[in-house]
């Protein structure tokens, strides 16, 4: 079984960057579709990204769309997020998560790190 940690996440004005990185502990972790899903207060948790397992086929949200791009280091154990020309309303919690099928479906994801919070300034 894999286990993830977020990090990188923190207090940005917009039109800033970050980077989130979730580093997945077990040897399986290139076997697993990896996701970043957020969760806005009040809201449901959203589709964010994912990325297959070898990092050649990747999706996105529209609305993230062209802002931020999901890369993978197998031999790191790690995925990354990178997060550019933010905007208030990309303010959540940002959750890794693995899963055995490649889906934007949360809940085909069936491990899932405790998330970092993006707070996203006007």
């Known amino acids: 079984q894999v286990q993830l940690v977020e990090s990188g996440g923190g207090l940005v004005q917009a039109g800033g960057s970050l980077r989130l990185s979730c580093a997945a502990s077990g040897r399986t972790f290139r076997n697993y579709f990896m996701g970043w899903f957020r969760q806005a207060p009040g809201k449901e948790r959203e589709f964010v990204t994912r990325i297959s397992w070898s990092g050649t086929s990747t999706s996105y949200s529209d609305s993230v769309k062209g802002r931020f791009t999901i890369s993978r280091d197998n031999t790191k154990n790690t995925v990354y997020l990178q997060m550019n020309s933010l905007k208030p309303e990309d303010t959540a919690v940002y959750y890794c998560?693995?899963?055995?099928?490649?889906?934007?479906?949360?809940?085909?994801?069936?491990?899932w790190g405790r998330g970092t919070q993006v707070t996203v300034s006007s």
């Open positions: 998560a693995a899963s055995s099928r490649d889906s934007s479906d949360s809940s085909t994801y069936g491990r």
